[in-house]
């Protein structure tokens, strides 16, 4: 009895799971055709939400998620008025939006959470748009619709496995759904109920013919889709209706709550993704070849005799085989950067909305695949890039007018993928950075020497100081200056480089370098203080050999290095990981991050290794000039070297080198 | 939990709820009125839920007591019960009838 409980919960957990994940796809389809919507007035539009909204309302009242249910039925009910009706107004939009963000909530909050009249003002909205839709047209509105086409017959037969109910799943609700959404005769089908002795009164042994007359097959098929693995489920158009054996009337109300009851203990779903068939079926070829290779290495290692020719040749392919099978598993970590762009719509609707811009989106190179745990956390950063273009940047339109620009600002998102990086611009065409501004404020707070010249290039990094802002008014949106050493740090700690360019008058662009896994990374070996060191090949500019001559002190500030035409400051890792040094430096490696360079003296440069990146322990992670370790060839282990903070360290932090010689 | 069925004079009253987790407990109970025999009289006007387990264990019930060559007469049936056995498509193979019907509290 304990297993058979652990069973259903077992079942009931992967049901929730699935629900989960297909609401929250719907939830996003809801909300960019409502945005939409906005510009494009389409009909097709309209049926597509409806049918999401029924969808969610369906799932959500068989798990007992009856707020939830309620929200999206009165969604369900704006939206049909407005299939048959006229276009909805921007205010509609509004009200539907405000659904879509209560569903999200309540979809977050599971089985058990939110009261079921949480949200009774939105569902009062939401009526009030519903009665308006059904009465008068709104002004400004247009008609979308002419005559309906008439409605269609269906025959859905569904056949339950026996553990439909001991799933905790009842056919009642769906049944319910089913019936809003055209007139529904069911018959149920008993030749396989036992009898009364032998019957097992928690097994299923029903099946129905239902017709249905008025909803489109996708519907009803969305409707059972999650009840794949507990019901074969058959739509098929039919001519004329048959006349029904037993009706049943549709009910006035929502259907009664829950009939599958998920245990409050269910706890977070596990963590996911959804990987591409093909991708999974690469995979699955090459450990086939994999196996291959295997049999015949231990095929010659029994032989008699020694065939070194056929070794080899098995090891090569046993080497390269190994190599494509890490690239597959690193690609099935792989999503698409959608996934994060596609509440930028929403939120660039909103913010616009509430400041009075027009603001035209772009988004390129959304399907750009970057590794799963650099998109967990590039979300945030992003976020706050585009809302202080849009807060700082973008001008609002009379403003933009005045300047011979169009009313509407324009913020376009580039992702592009280049060897082993990923690149992401966040451009605008709105006002630029203000040097004079920002130098003006950084001097006030001590942020830049007074007497110090600095380039534009370096007036516009002061912007990226904790605490820096040079609002006026602290805005909801941004201004308090806590955001961009965030989002600095952010891409730092995930490998990346950020840069800034500016035109005062024309825009701004910030540009965010990313590698395109962590797990995986070319690396750069060297040797200093005795040891070997991996240096991330991205951020490696260039290798020479040290000159002594080449040094200059520049009295009471840093130690630089001519390299080319450049002077490059210098660091001595072994002195700022505080190791001892060898004080043996015959190698300068220049290093780049963030537009900085540094010149590090190293005693070797070794081979350059594809490494897996090995997290480190919370001790080591503490030492910020490291951000990772690897296992190399032979078995040792280096510590990767992080070149962003070895860049940012700040002048006072510069050692000083101890053998000068002025030029 | 479901409420008793309580055996009176050839009566049985169902109340509370006939679903998947009370069906097993309902079944037995059902199983020992089968045996007791005679005309079945079914009041189901206190019946607050009707799931498909639920309707599957009363065809079975209703099936079994005709099989024997007895019937099953419904005197009452809460609104809940008759709108779901409709929902089902089982009412009349329940034999919920217009008489049924008429009397609900």
Known sequence: MASMTTRIEAINAALLDTFREEASDGIDQLEARLLELVTRRDPELVDQMFRVAHTIKGGAGTFAMTAMTRVAHRMESVLDAYRTGAAPSQAAVNVLLEGADALRGLLAAGPGGGAPDEFAALESKLEAVAQRARGAPEPGAAALHGERTPATQLAIAI????????????????????????????????????????????????????????????????????????????????????PPVATAAPRGELAAPAVAQVSAGSGPPAASIRVRLDKLDALMNLIGDLMTTQSTLSALGRAAASDPIRQRSALDELQRLTRSLQQSALQLRSMPISSVLNRFPRLVYDLAERLGKAIELEVIGEATELDRTVLERIGDPLVHLLRNSIDHGIEPPAERVAAGKPPAGQIRITVSARSDEVVIEIADDGRGLDTAKILA???????????????????????????????????????????????????????????????????????????????????????????????????????????????????????????????????????????????????????????????????????????????????????????????????????????AALCSATEQETPRMTTTSRR | MAEAAELRACALSLSGPITVDTAPLIWRLLAYHLEVGATCELHAHEVVRLDGAGAQLLYAFVHEVERRGSMVRWVSASVEMIETARMLGMAELLGLTEEALAWRP
């Open chain 1, 159 to 242: 056949a339950p496995s026996r553990e439909l109910f001991r799933a905790q799943v009842d056919p009642v609700p769906l049944f319910d759904q089913l019936a809003m959404l055209g007139e529904l005769s069911v018959r149920a089908d008993v030749s396989k109920v036992p009898a009364f002795a032998e019957l097992d009164p928690t097994s299923c042994h029903l099946a129905w013919q239902l017709t249905l007359t008025g909803g489109p097959a996708e519907m009803v098929s969305a409707l059972f889709g999650w009840l794949d693995e507990l019901c074969a489920v058959t739509v098929e158009p039919i001519a004329p209706a048959a």
């Open chain 1, 441 to 643: 404020r950084a001097r006030e707070r001590g942020l830049a020497a007074a007497a110090r010249a600095l380039s534009d290039d370096e007036i516009h990094r002061l912007i990226l100081l904790p605490g820096f802002s040079t609002a006026d008014q602290i805005s909801e949106i941004s201004g308090r200056g806590v955001g961009m050493d965030v989002v600095v740090r952010t891409i730092q700690e995930l490998g990346g480089d950020l840069q800034l360019r500016s035109i005062r008058g024309a825009g701004s662009t910030t540009v965010l370098r990313l590698p395109l896994s962590l797990a995986v990374m070319d690396g750069q070996l060297v040797q200093f203080g005795g040891r070997t060191w991996i240096v991330p090949l991205a951020s490696v500019a260039e290798c020479t050999r040290f000159d002594a001559r080449a040094i200059t002190e520049l009295v009471g500030q840093r130690t630089v290095i001519r390299v080319g035409d450049e002077l490059v400051p210098v660091l001595d890792p072994c002195a700022r990981l505080g190791i001892a040094s060898r004080a043996r430096h015959n190698l300068v490696l220049v290093v780049e991050a963030n537009g900085q360079r540094r010149a590090l003296l190293v005693d070797e440069v070794g081979p350059r290794h594809q490494i897996v990146v090995k997290s480190l322990s919370a001790q080591l992670a503490r030492v910020d000039a490291l951000s990772g370790a690897a296992v190399l060839g032979d078995g040792s282990l280096a510590f990767i070297v992080d070149v």
